[in-house]
Every structure is written in structure tokens, then in C-alpha cells.
């Protein structure tokens, strides 16, 4: 158990729709981390947000969103679902914003039809 | 893009045995992390090296990084059932706040 959660578990969605998923980090964690996992490859890194503001990207388009709360929860929001957008979604926090073991959530299965 | 090359992509042994994976990477770190991860869920954190150390040792596990090589490798002894996994090592660059994922070793420990 790492203390991080995320929710729902599992998602289908339909081409076109909007998606929000959600992570609620560890206390004192005020650096979280999104990442996309497509089947049988690595995490891939999405972006990072940082006391509530984003310190980070990865080569994903601006349809991919998200905030970061005071309470130590966040969300990616996906809009205009594509099909290749079907991933597990991977939160992970940390207690700083450098150089740290990151923890990682369960993971939340989007699946775009 | 994935940074690393894991080697092998698949891995299966006996209970018991010894089980080394290796991970290439292209561009200087600062640290290189390797996770576990079972059956497409969340990512448990094993271990972090540091660019200047050389060997890392916790509980069964022990791993070693050549910055020279820009390679690391993570060696398990005495496999158990319940490591069966998929294993990643994860690159975290000087002034980059991201995990670079390789694509993985999937291991399977036989009874």
C-alpha cells in the first residue's frame, strides 16, 4: 500500500466523449505525477503539477489537462476521447519535487470505444 | 518516446534461481529507480541508485550502475512465486522532474 488512490477503478468511454479521473495523494505529498500506460509498454509521462501549479510536460496535446487541490488531490481531464487514448492511468506523489522515489496509485483502466 | 531498453523483454525461471535484468539508458541522469508491477496495476518502487554510486543492495535485491556505460542491471536471489512481475527501470534526469519508463521485463517464477 502506498497511500495513494485513485478513482474509478475502470472506465469505458466512447470516441469523441470527455473523461476526468482522479488520484488523492499521500499527506505532505504536494508534487504528483500522471502517467499513461498502453498495454505492454512502459509508463509514459503526462505531466506533473507542483504546489498547484504544472512544473512539467510530456509530449501529450493540450486535450490532456489537469489540477492539483490543497487537499493532496488532483485530476487529469481528456477531452475529445481518441481511440488510442485507452491506457491505464498511473498518479504517483511525491513528498518533494526533486529526485525522489515516487509513489504510484493503482491505476485507473480507460477504455475508448 | 521510452529512454531505456530493458533486456530481456521476458524472463522465466525456476523457484530458487537467480533472475538479472538489464536496463540501457541514452541520455545523464541523476538517479535511475526500478519498479515492479503486477498484473497492470500500480507500480510498487523496489530501489533508487543515485548517479554516483555503483551498487545498491535491499533485502534480496541488488543493483548495480555503470554511468559509464549508461547501463544498470537488477539482480534477484532466490526467486519466489510471488515475484512473478513485470519489472521497470525508470531514469530521472538532471533538472527533468519526470520518470523516463524502459518497456519492461516480465517475469515468471515456475514452482
Known amino acids: 500500500e502506498t497511500g495513494v488512490t485513485q478513482s474509478p477503478t475502470h472506465l469505458i468511454k466512447t470516441r469523441g466523449q470527455q473523461v476526468t479521473l482522479r488520484c488523492s495523494s499521500q499527506?505532505?505529498?504536494?508534487?504528483v505525477s500522471w502517467y499513461q500506460q498502453a498495454l505492454g509498454q512502459g509508463p509514459q509521462f503526462i505531466f506533473q503539477?507542483?504546489?498547484?501549479?504544472?512544473?512539467g510536460r510530456g509530449n501529450f496535446p493540450p486535450r490532456f489537462s489537469g489540477l492539483q487541490f490543497p487537499n493532496y488531490s488532483s485530476e487529469l481531464n481528456v477531452n475529445a476521447l481518441e481511440l488510442d487514448d485507452s491506457a491505464l492511468y498511473l498518479c504517483?506523489?511525491?513528498?518533494?519535487?526533486?529526485?525522489?522515489?515516487?509513489?504510484f496509485g493503482p491505476g485507473t483502466r480507460l477504455t475508448v470505444l | 518516446s521510452q529512454q531505456g531498453e530493458e533486456d530481456p523483454q521476458a524472463l522465466s525461471i525456476q523457484e530458487g534461481e537467480n533472475a538479472t535484468m538489464n536496463c540501457s539508458y541514452k541520455t545523464s541522469i541523476n538517479n535511475l529507480q526500478w519498479y515492479r508491477q503486477n498484473s497492470g496495476r500500480g507500480l510498487v518502487h523496489l530501489i533508487l541508485i543515485r548517479s554516483n554510486e555503483r551498487e545498491k543492495h535491499s533485502g534480496r535485491l541488488r543493483v548495480t550502475l555503470d554511468t559509464s556505460k549508461k547501463s544498470s542491471s537488477l539482480l534477484i536471489t532466490a526467486s519466489r512465486a510471488a515475484d512473478t512481475a513485470s519489472y521497470f527501470c525508470?531514469?530521472?534526469?538532471?533538472?527533468?522532474?519526470?520518470?523516463?519508463f524502459g518497456q519492461g521485463t516480465r517475469l515468471t517464477i515456475n514452482p
Open positions: 504517483a506523489s511525491t513528498p518533494g519535487h526533486i529526485y525522489n522515489e515516487q509513489f
Open positions: 503539477y507542483y504546489r498547484e501549479e504544472e512544473n
Open positions: 525508470a531514469t530521472e534526469a538532471s533538472g527533468a522532474q519526470k520518470l523516463v
Open positions: 499527506s505532505g505529498h504536494n508534487t
